[in-house]
């Protein structure tokens, strides 16, 4: 049956929402338990699709997972074996490649099918394969799509710069190195904070990693990893995705449980159009207003704005008084979201891989599809703003990253069901 999102928009949303546990950290996080061929305690795990997913897939693989709260999670990695997921895992979510690099960092050895996830179009893996190349590990295709990565001989540190801040490269490369033999050194590394989370629970299971967060890594081989407790970082897409819905929808909210650092990019973009937005030790509050202006977006890899906002920034700007211009350096196909929204009443048009969009008085509800999880974001923060009733379908999209979407909004005052 088709799941789908009913809400009757029009009414601003007010109170207090926590946030929970970062979904693009967990999910290398699990994958790295793998590393550690011990015991691990992950707290502040999200309760969404694709982290359930990810604990199938390893427990595919000989992992036990218990666990002793909702959000809490005791992985048992001692019984993994080199061996690869069946392929209808890995087709389906795209951070099954942090297996790669894991597995061929504990056995010398690791075969994963060619990842699937969210159509963002092409998402190739070529700067991970070539950095575990780099490291000594020889790279082969089998014609059923399998990619084996082999270093018998072990992995050996080495200088490895990525020609894009790639996060996904950078934390496979980082999940490898963090057994070779001798140090590594990562260039050009990505920066986002679920980099930092990564390398955090690494060194707590034993690694010598220095310099996440800034563009170069520094690893220094361990002979083994050990396991940990470890407690997840806030997800900052979740957070400004009920900011930009406080804004949206003319509320008050106040975003709880979060590193307000994170959200600068997002902070700094809603007081440029005259949102007024005050910060706080561990959260943020947003005031939304009637005739806020439009501006100017480049999505870029963290600190720039990410690129993760910007579907659910466009269903704002589409309200604004005035002209905004959003230009997407990340994804190309990330617009799926625009003939949705312009179902609404929105007047976006795609011109050459930036988003020109005239604000408009009100957006008005329609039945829309959810292309993608953040596409989905965008239209349920459109369909709380709109006049009358917005269907929305294919919402499997958006479970995959929101925790108690359904639950968070109706307690800050949304008229939302699921059916
Ligand atoms: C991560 O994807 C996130 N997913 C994405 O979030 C996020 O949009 C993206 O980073 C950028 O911030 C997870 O963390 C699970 P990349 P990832 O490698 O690692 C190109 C969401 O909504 N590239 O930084 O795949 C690639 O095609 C998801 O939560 C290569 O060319 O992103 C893209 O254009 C969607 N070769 C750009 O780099 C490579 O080997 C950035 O990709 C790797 C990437």
């Known amino acids: ?49 694709d982290i359930s997913l990810a604990l199938e897939t390893i427990e595919m693989v000989g992992a036990s997972v218990r666990f002793i709260d909702t959000s809490t999670a005791i992985i048992d990695t001692r019984k993994v074996m080199m061996k690869s997921p069946p392929l209808e895992y890995v087709s389906k979510m795209r951070a099954s490649t942090y297996m790669l690099g894991a597995m061929l960092g504990r056995f010398g050895r690791a075969e994963v099918g060619y990842p699937g996830g969210c159509d963002l179009g092409a998402r190739p893996i070529n700067l991970h394969l070539k950095g575990f190349e780099t490291l000594g590990a020889r790279i082969t295709y089998s014609t059923s799509g399998m990619i084996t990565c082999e270093a018998p001989i072990g992995l050996k540190g080495n200088f490895v710069y990525l020609d894009i801040a790639s996060v996904g490269a950078t934390i496979n490369v980082m999940l490898a190195a963090v057994l070779a033999e001798g140090t590594t050194v990562i260039e050009n590394a990505a920066r986002e904070p679920h980099i930092v989370d990564m390398a955090c629970f690494l060194n707590a299971c034993g690694a010598k990693i220095s310099g996440a967060g800034t563009s170069m890594i520094r690893i220094r081989g361990v002979e083994s990893l050990h396991g940990c407790t470890y407690e997840l970082a806030p997800d900052m897409i979740e957070a400004g995705t009920y900011m930009v819905a406080a804004a949206a929808t003319r509320g008050r909210v106040c975003v709880k449980n979060i590193i307000p650092k994170h959200m600068e990019s997002v902070s700094t973009k809603l007081r440029e159009i005259g949102i007024p937005v005050e910060v706080q030790d561990d959260s943020i509050t947003v005031t939304g207003l009637e005739g806020f202006r439009g501006t100017e977006i480049r999505t870029n890899p963290y600190p720039g704005f990410p690129t993760d906002m910007h579907p659910q920034f466009s269903a704002l700007l589409a309200l604004s008084r005035g002209v905004s211009r959003v230009f997407e350096g990340i994804y ?60 929305i379908s294919s919402i499997e999209y958006i479970d995959r990253g929101y925790e108690d979407l359904v639950e968070k909004l109706k307690f800050l005052g949304a008229d939302i069901k699921r059916v």
Do not use: Q
Request: glycine share 12%; aromatic share 4%; charged share 20%.
């Open 332 to 391: 190309p196909e990330r617009f799926r979201y625009v003939p949705e929204l312009n179902k609404m009443g929105a007047n976006i048009e795609v011109i050459d891989g930036s988003a020109l969009i005239n604000g408009v008085e009100t957006l008005h509800g329609a039945e829309v599809k959810a292309s993608d999880l953040r596409a989905g974001a965008c239209l349920v923060i459109a369909a709380l703003a709109a006049d009358g009733v917005t269907t």
């Open 1 to 49: 049956m088709d799941n789908r999102l009913i809400i009757r928009g029009g009414r601003p949303l007010y109170g207090d929402v926590k946030i929970s546990g970062m979904k693009n950290s967990a999910l290398p996080v699990i994958f790295g338990t793998i590393a550690t061929g011990d015991v691990c305690t992950i707290k502040n795990l999200p309760d969404i699709s």
